[in-house]
């Protein structure tokens, strides 16, 4: 689910297929407010060609029973706009290849949103996979609406993001009801120069959960 996993983000429209290739290495794997894991190794993988993009992306935790995750998404975007499909699949439950309606551990999720450069804007439902549920028991179509705010200061990149659950599902947050805002963040990164060359990227993020009141602190390195 990447705590601090790719987003969906603007990509201009290019002439050639382009690929990247990386890992991060956090602290723990806190996502949308929600602590999923300890110390982990997140990789990720993704080709692009012009403003289609395919990315892997994965978490595998240093804590032998911390549930791995593995997720594939097919997203567009052009300008400020995008839009995408997730496929999340958690090793906790059914095998990779289990899709039926009541036996898998895959979740689908749609997202779209726009990035006016000062202020990006996502929102996320799940609709198919293992969904949460609402107080009656049915499916929930769990959603999450993001806000995220990037802004320089002191030789830093930082970043403020508020995310909110604008419905109850038991997907997020225990199974709070209504609309909850769950995750009240600030981030920052920098570079470290380690040779004229090569540069380590450095990041650092607060968390706070106002529906579950859990604050966290997570430290990471990109490779």
Avoid at 47 to 72: H, I, P, R
Wanted: charge should be negative; proline fraction near 3%; include cysteine.
């Amino acid at each position: 689910m990447a705590g601090l996993m790719m987003l969906p983000c603007a990509l201009r429209a290019q002439d050639k297929v382009e690929a990247g290739v990386g890992a991060d290495l956090v602290s723990g794997y806190i996502w949308r407010g929600q602590d999923l894991g300890g110390v982990s190794v997140q990789p990720a993988l993704s080709v692009s060609y012009k403003g289609f993009s395919l990315g892997a992306w994965g978490s595998v935790g240093f804590d032998a029973g911390q549930t791995k995750e593995f997720d594939l998404t097919l997203g567009y975007a052009t300008g400020g706009f995008s839009v995408s499909v997730t496929d999340y699949w958690f090793s906790n439950g059914a095998g990779y290849f289990h899709y039926g309606a009541h036996n898998t551990a895959h979740v689908f999720e749609a997202q779209v949103g726009y990035d006016f450069g000062f202020l990006a804007l996502n929102w996320y439902t799940n609709f198919a996979g293992a969904d949460g549920v609402t107080d009656d028991g049915d499916r929930a179509y769990s959603s999450y609406l993001a806000l995220s705010v990037p802004f320089r200061l002191a030789g830093l990149d930082w970043s403020v993001d508020v995310g909110a659950t604008p419905w109850a599902t038991s997907f997020y947050n225990n199974g709070a009801g209504g609309f909850e805002v769950c995750d009240i963040s600030l981030g920052a990164s920098k570079d470290l120069e380690i040779t004229d060359r090569y540069s380590l990227p450095l990041f650092a993020k607060a968390t706070w959960n106002p529906a579950t009141e859990g604050a966290y602190f997570v430290f990471g390195v990109s490779f």
